[in-house]
């Protein structure tokens, strides 16, 4: 998969690179779910930034109405990203094209595939935090056993000036809340906020000093508390040959991230 990719998406000028963990009170494992991120490029002639996207899409038996609408809202789209399977026995992939121009209240749209017929549709929204309460709103949704996990990391002032909460819509229903950490932050300074079992369990992966982008947070009906994790940064140099690589990768290109948002400011 890594060697396809590879094909279609290393002359991309703007590509990020995306892996997350599932953390619950008995497990920490990551997802062997590779993410890569298009950001639109302003080019000169006709071609799209997206079209080497496209191009891999194809590739990977997308159907051809997820490919209809890659093409139909590319114009708007300011991030264009596909998450590939590594399963292979029956891998389910997806599109995720921003819709925050024509759709409102909406920032993504998520089509998901697999043997050529699509699965389901998600969505996501955005909301930047504007007053001092605005993140009790999501805690509704929130898993009972992560409230109070929830709760302290929104007493970080710098998350609250700068960024703001996320809802994954499917079927009408609220799957998933996120917090978005722009500044990339390492996850030992938060970890203290979170469930004890799960605090021990990223330190037993030494997952602890990594940094972060996101945190997603289950539903409070869903039947155990789990926490996803992401971690995301830009392609620089190496193209990963294996899923461990493409982590490492990630985390290389992290702390040179972590270290301009120190010097330039916030990404």
């Given amino acids: 998969m890594f060697s396809l990719a590879r094909n279609y998406l290393q002359p991309v000028k703007k590509l990020r690179f995306e892996w997350s963990i599932q953390l619950t009170k008995q497990s920490c494992n990551p997802r062997e779910k590779t993410l890569f991120w298009v950001d639109k490029e302003e080019l000169t002639n006709n071609n799209s930034s997206y079209t080497p996207l496209y191009n891999l899409l194809k590739s990977l038996d997308c159907p051809e109405e997820i490919l ?148 997603g947070f289950s539903n409070v009906q869903d039947s155990e508390p789990s926490l996803t994790i992401y971690f995301s940064a830009p392609y620089r140099k190496y193209w990963p040959k294996t899923f461990s690589e493409f982590q490492w990768e990630v985390t290389c290109s992290s702390n040179l991230l972590v270290e301009e948002i120190a010097v330039y400011g916030g990404l």
Avoid at 76 to 93: C, E, F, M, V
Avoid at 158 to 169: A, I, R, V
């Fill in 68 to 215: 209809a609408q890659q093409i139909q809202l590319q114009d708007s789209a300011k991030t264009q990203g596909i998450r590939i399977d590594l399963n292979l026995d029956s891998p389910s992939h997806c599109l995720y094209i921003d819709v925050a121009e024509i759709i409102p209240d909406k920032t993504i749209k998520a089509f998901h595939w697999r043997n050529k017929n699509v699965q389901k549709i998600t969505e996501y929204s955005f909301h930047k935090f504007n007053k001092i309460q605005s993140y009790k709103e999501p805690l509704y949704w929130i898993h009972n056993e992560l409230k109070d996990s929830f709760e302290k990391l929104c007493l970080n002032s710098e998350l609250l000036m700068q960024s703001g909460y996320g809802y994954q819509h499917q079927n009408g229903r609220i799957q998933e809340v996120y917090l978005t950490f722009f500044w990339h932050p390492r996850i030992n300074s938060i970890i203290n906020h979170l469930p004890k079992p799960m605090q021990k369990l990223l330190i037993d992966a030494s997952y602890e000093n990594l940094a972060f982008r996101h945190i």
